[in-house]
């Protein structure tokens, strides 16, 4: 496994990200048990979470079974940097979502609960919140790290000058502010180049992508789909990219097969090869989706390559950040 500082912070995490949405949902608790002892046995430390996780609200049922997976000692929660979020609507009550300080107070107490753990590493915020000043936003996030439950602070869907607010009023606390950004950002989405990877680098924040594959999409999807699987490319992102994006696919999966790379770990190894970023996350449904991600490690993109798929797949106008992207 590879290394690397989570953004400006001496923190080490891996350069893969293991995400945990389906754990619930998609994966059973055994089997997530199963995913993440092979990540640690992979060397991949950097787990990432969200108090909405398993989709029944005010549940958190994501965050349990990673709670009850680290209850059973061995190490497991010391090796891990723990990441999970706050924002998403937990109850039917007005205060029971967004980033007041007493949502953000509480929904801490709450995820520190479920995962049984004392701290959380990493603690996002799942969504900007226009309604609630930076003061209070920082107010609380520099209680909980005062009191020990809060380590670092991130960030999730944020606009670059969303990421620029925010640093400002921090700096104003003298406090660090935000290590990390989580933003969608694949092949087929390049929007965050604009702006957001930009102000992510100038204030020192590692850029976490999610949804890596776009849903699955960038796989090997028609590979897969003419061999009879594929399941996730039938619905959703992927889908719908499909729909849009099939012949660049087509041509996708054979420049892949040139290259001698899965599609999935060329997608996964560009984003590795990009300005600014940490660690995709991958979110393994089971061992062998797992052990397979780490293929992506080992693609090296030579300047061709890098080129081939900035045809197949242009970044928005004329690339790289803006306002040069889209003016003289």
């Known amino acids: ?3 690397t500082n989570l953004g400006r912070t001496g923190l080490s ?3 893969l990200c293991l995400g945990t949405m389906n754990f619930g949902p998609q994966t059973s608790e055994p089997d997530s048990y199963a995913v993440m002892d092979r990540a640690l046995e992979h060397g991949i430390n950097f787990f990432d979470t969200a108090n909405i996780y398993g989709w029944q609200a005010g549940e958190g049922i994501t965050e349990q079974i990673i709670g009850r997976w680290f209850a059973q000692g061995g190490g497991r929660r010391e090796k891990v940097v723990l990441a999970t979020k706050v924002y998403g609507k937990m109850g039917d009550w007005p205060n029971e979502q967004g980033l007041s300080a007493r949502h ?24 900007v919140s226009r309604a609630t000043p930076w003061e ?5 996030m520099e209680t909980l790290v005062a009191q020990g439950k809060v380590v670092y602070v991130g960030s999730s869907n944020f606009a670059g000058w969303h990421i620029g607010q925010a640093q400002a009023a921090a700096q104003r606390r003298n406090f660090l502010g935000l290590v990390s950004e989580q933003s969608i950002y694949n092949l087929l989405t390049r929007a965050v ?3 957001v990877v930009p102000a992510a680098q100038h204030y020192g924040l590692g850029i976490i992508p999610w949804s890596p594959l776009h ?4 796989s090997g999807a028609l590979r897969k789909m003419a061999e009879g699987g594929a399941a996730r490319s039938a619905a959703g992102r992927a889908a719908e990219g499909l729909a849009e994006h099939r012949p660049t696919i087509e041509a996708y999966e054979k420049f892949c097969a040139g ?3 899965d599609p999935a770990d060329v997608a996964l190894g560009w984003l590795l090869s990009r300005p600014g970023v940490t660690a995709p996350i991958i979110g393994p449904r089971t061992i062998d989706q797992l052990d397979r991600s780490l293929g992506a490690l080992d693609v090296r993109l030579d300047e061709a390559a890098l080129a081939r798929l900035d045809e197949l797949f242009p970044p928005v106008g004329k690339g790289g950040p803006g306002p040069e992207a889209w003016a003289w």
Request: proline share 0%; hydrophobic share 40%.
């Open 193 to 195: 180049e604009l702006e």
């Open 259 to 261: 290259l001698g790379h």
């Open 215 to 218: 849903g699955g999409l960038l």
């Open 104 to 127: 953000i107070i509480r929904a801490c107490e709450d995820s520190l609960r479920r995962l049984q753990t004392d701290v959380i590493d990493l603690y996002q915020m799942h969504h």
């Open 1 to 3: 496994m590879e290394y």
């Open 136 to 140: 209070e936003i920082w107010q609380a």
């Open 13 to 15: 995490v891996s350069r």
